[in-house]
């Protein structure tokens, strides 16, 4: 049997993250307790992945690139520490290259010296206006669909280079 039993804990908040937690519930009509809990529980459905070790290598790609950013940023985790917690477990089928993790510790520093980076040393020309995009496209082409296998359609590069009328899209070829 499982246990359901709740359990409390004590979290520090910050007295802006209060305020705004006390805002929300307020406007809600809902407890406090009942937005940290949704906050918690959102995070978790995002980062799921990491809780299972059997999930490493490029499998972990996804998660890192919809929600690195922000886990870098607060963890203040460098490529080192990257490379430990996707690679630590996979197979070398899996691996992830040493290159590509630099460029996701570095998805959260300035968008031009990611650029630059990513043009420097990959093969590929990224889109300096959206560097951030160019980044998530390449590790997910070279990782998630490797070669294009199950690539979904990009609906923004559809309705660029395709016919959408009458509900027929047509890819770019």
Known sequence: MVDQRKQAISIRLGENDVRNVKRIAKRLGVRDSDIIRYAVKSMLGRIAPLCDEAIAGRNLVPVLIESGDELIRYFELDSYRLESIINEHAGDELRVERDDIALLAMGGLRDQYLVMRMNQGHGMLADAALPTRSLRNYLYDKYVYRSGEN??????????????????QRPAA
Not at 151 to 168: F, H, L, T, Y
């Open 151 to 168: 690539k979904p359609v990009d609906s923004k590069q559809v309705q660029a280079d395709g016919d959408s009328r009458n509900g027929v």
